[in-house]
């Protein structure tokens, strides 16, 4: 959240401190020195936010603010090279923390985000047509030296667009295959506790954009620093003592919230940033705020104390103890690194004190005027849920638990509780999706893996409209869904399909990872459940599953995608579910209805 203002405010008293240096066997800055100021802790959700913006902002104005989001292989990319680039002046990457779990006071801020998410998807919706003449941009190379650069402005023309949706999960992905997998760890609370009591132990550099982090405790050396203000540029600094020529330095702007406090004659900052918290006006100056802070002594105000609860680490962190040992030591040490999601999901399931667990579902870039993206794939959902469910309550001891998801139902984000399914009907269920995946696999067996799984969430999708009676996608819009809409230029149908697909490959991505967790949770999943986390295994990263349409467009011609609908509509008219298949074939004209 950040609390108001106060960055800005506390500007001057952040120091430039040199965390680096690129000068070969440079005597004035080796590594083994200021070992404080060498390693960096990283606030992993800031970072991914950073990278996607700075690659945004170097996207050409003449695209649409939709069109012109970086792709998650651009993001994954800009990730290493950030981090790697962090490396090269010698400075040691500690830890990445990424959240596992918020608690439920986060609820209605959460609740809130998504709401105002849905709100500027409304906006954006009402005023871009999403433009009609094909843009002179084909895609571009990624470039890893837009993430080094700080400070430019978001164009006006894309201002108002809200991040893709799954940006976090396909950061983890591209860290999971990389060395800093290693020190990458999703942790049973809130990320900032985790990164502040790390700052408080050894003093080391925290890497963020959240102001929250001058309330925290971070010992008396730890600082942080802002990521929009990073500049990861070598500056030439001449220095007078004779040993040697300029240095190639690297520096942070950093603010030191125990130092800070004592200039400024308080005991901490606590009470300085309650009162910019409270101030509903920007006429609140610092020292004005610094002379209320000295004159409220009195900490035991209940506003106050409310205000710290948000802060205090000790709590954050020991809130695990709440946890299954064994069902924390393999969300915590799970490998690939599970979503947040779903870390978050099997902990409410292994808690030993809810029987209640809630799943907030991402939005989706999606048409706001149509039925919810998130309906194709409410089946596949159910099954990973009920997989989690049991196999906790094997851990727990615990009778079932009830499940709510919330997610957009028209114009609004409301709650549905899920019906789950039973330990008797899981081995059926698992059983019906191998054959069915193995079938895919077989008769797609001409096209690389993330296609054979795109066209397999096109077969549900398909489904879904044929089972519920809507009229499904033309066969010209699920050919730009799958190759790129390039002329013409994406329409507003094509958006609303990218969502569905999405929404399938994710829901296929939650069972996926629940049942690796199961399996190494040694919860003795049975052989139906087992074969089915085998085949998932193949499923490829996100930034293979969803590319941009860019990304689409620029993959090499490996198939012809005339005879793969073929091929998916001979597929639909086999399974009993879909007899009307057919019209994957001769459906040539827009009738995707707008429910």
């Excluded at 993206?373 to 990973?384: C, E």
């Excluded at 309550?393 to 609004?412: H, M, N, V, Y």
């Excluded at 008797?424 to 690389?448: E, Q, V, Y």
């Excluded at 296609?451 to 077969?459: G, V």
Aim: hydrophobic share 35%; with cysteine.
């Amino acid at each position: 959240m950040g609390i108001p203002r106060l960055s800005s405010a506390l500007q001057p008293y952040a120091v430039s401190t040199v965390i680096g240096c690129k000068t070969p066997d440079c005597e004035r800055h080796p590594p083994q020195h200021n070992t404080q100021r060498n390693r960096i802790i990283i606030d992993g959700p800031a970072l991914a936010y950073c990278i996607l913006q700075r690659l945004f902002v170097h996207k050409p104005t003449s695209l649409d603010a939709l069109e012109a989001m970086p792709s998650y292989d651009e993001v994954g990319q800009g990730a290493l090279a950030f981090l790697d680039q962090l490396e090269s002046y010698g400075v040691v990457v500690e830890r990445i923390y990424f959240d596992g779990y918020l608690p439920s006071r986060k609820r209605d801020i959460r609740l809130k985000r998504l709401q105002g998410s849905l709100k500027k998807l409304s906006i954006y919706n009402l005023t871009s047509s999403i433009k009609t003449e094909p843009p002179n941009y084909d895609g571009a190379p990624f470039s890893a030296s837009a993430v080094f650069e700080s400070g430019l402005p978001t164009p006006r023309y894309f201002r108002g667009m809200i991040p893709p949706p799954f940006l976090v999960p396909a950061f983890l992905d591209a860290i999971s295959g990389s060395k800093y997998v290693s020190v990458t760890k999703i942790v049973p609370g809130e990320a900032d506790a985790y990164c502040a009591e790390a700052a408080r132990q050894t003093g080391s550099i925290i890497l963020t954009n959240d102001s929250d982090y001058f309330v925290h405790d971070l010992g008396k050396t730890g600082g942080f620093s802002l990521l929009y203000q990073a500049e990861l540029r070598a500056s030439d600094e001449e220095e007078t003592d004779g040993v040697q020529g300029p240095c190639r330095l690297l520096r942070l702007l950093v603010f030191r919230p125990h130092e800070i406090a004592e200039r400024l004659g308080l005991a901490d900052i606590r009470r300085l940033a309650f009162n910019f918290t409270r101030a509903r006006h920007n006429s609140l100056t610092l020292p004005k705020a610094i002379a209320d802070a000295k004159k409220q002594e009195d900490e035991s105000s209940k506003s106050f104390q409310e205000f710290l609860e948000e802060f205090l680490t000790e709590p954050a962190v020991s809130e695990s103890q709440n946890f299954d040992p064994k069902a924390l030591a393999c969300v915590t040490g799970q490998a690939p690194l599970l979503d947040p999601r779903i870390s978050e999901l099997i902990l409410q399931l292994a808690s030993t004190g809810k029987d209640a667990a809630h799943m907030y579902l991402p939005y989706l870039i999606e048409d706001p005027t149509r039925f919810s993206a998130w309906s194709v794939s409410s089946d596949q959902r159910s099954f990973a849920y009920s997989i989690c469910n049991v196999y906790c309550q094997r851990l727990t001891r615990k009778s079932g638990t009830i499940i709510t998801e919330f997610a957009r139902r028209g114009q609004r984000i409301t709650a549905q509780q899920i019906s789950l399914i039973s330990e008797h009907d899981l081995n059926s269920h698992a059983i019906g999706l191998k054959t069915r995946f193995n079938d895919f696999r077989h008769t797609f067996s001409h096209c690389p893996i993330h296609l054979i799984w795109r066209t397999y969430a096109l077969f549900e999708v398909y489904g879904w409209y044929l089972n519920t009676s809507r009229n499904p996608p033309s066969r010209q819009t699920m050919k730009r869904a799958m190759i790129g809409p390039l002329k013409p230029r994406l329409t507003w149908e094509d958006v609303h399909l990218h969502a569905l697909i999405q929404a399938v490959l994710y829901a296929l991505r939650m069972i996926q990872q629940i049942l690796a967790y199961t399996v190494s949770a040694a919860a003795k999943p049975s052989k139906p459940l087992i074969d089915l986390a085998s085949i998932l295994t193949e499923l490829p990263s996100l930034s293979k599953l969803i590319p941009s349409r860019f990304e689409l467009a620029g993959q090499p011609p490996e198939f012809g995608i005339d005879e793969l609908l073929d091929r998916l509509a001979k597929t639909l008219q086999d399974d009993a579910n879909f007899p009307d298949a057919i019209q994957v074939r001769d459906n040539e004209e827009e009738t995707d209805a707008k429910p």
